[in-house]
């Protein structure tokens, strides 16, 4: 499994503390981070098209991506997540737009946010910044929430449907 991760390369970070360090070292200074997160379980291109708006938001994209545990704890139903987590990052480390990826077994990435405090968090327009649990972790550390338009017709759910039908 080591071998996975090291393929991953740069961009796929294991521990959330490290990851944090690594960003606010001197080469980032004055950079926007822009943070996103999600299960990612297939990609399609509702995801890229989101992804890309997402990083053109600031200057570095970090994604977070729920562990299978969490997947399955958020009721996305009994065969999820389709994809193991490794093979998920593996996916998500292939787009350009991606600079860093960090797992979080978390149901929700409040941790992660309050380690990482990036400048922005992101997510899609099937959300309102309200009912985000997130958003008072956010908006605490001065952080803000931007909710990028919906790409209709896109869902993870809706693929898996169609493919069991």
């Known amino acids: 499994m080591n071998e996975f991760y090291e393929s991953l390369g740069e961009k796929f970070r294991r521990d959330r ?19 996103t997160n999600g299960v990612f379980d297939l990609l399609h291109s509702g995801h890229v098209s989101y992804l890309n708006r997402a990083r053109d938001l600031g200057d570095l994209l970090v994604m977070g991506v729920n562990s299978d545990d969490s997947v399955r704890r958020l009721n996305k139903g009994p065969e999820r997540p389709l994809n193991p987590l490794a093979d998920r990052m593996l996916v998500l480390a292939g ?11 978390e149901d929700t990435p409040i941790e992660t946010l309050e380690i990482l405090r990036p400048s922005i968090h992101c997510k899609g ?26 790409v209709p017709g896109y869902s993870t759910t809706g693929l898996v449907q169609r493919m069991q039908e």
Do not use: N
């Not at 503390?17 to 943070?35: C, K, N, Q, W």
């Not at 787009?95 to 077994?105: I, K, N, P």
């Not at 550390?141 to 338009?149: A, E, S, T």
């Open 125 to 150: 327009g099937d959300y309102r910044p309200e009912d985000l649990p997130e958003a008072p972790t956010v908006q605490a550390y001065g952080g803000r929430i931007v909710v990028l338009p919906f």
């Open 17 to 35: 503390d490290a990851l944090a360090a690594h960003l606010r070292s001197p080469a980032f200074a004055g950079r926007t981070i822009v943070f």
């Open 95 to 105: 787009l350009a737009c991606v600079d860093f990826l960090v797992g979080f077994e």
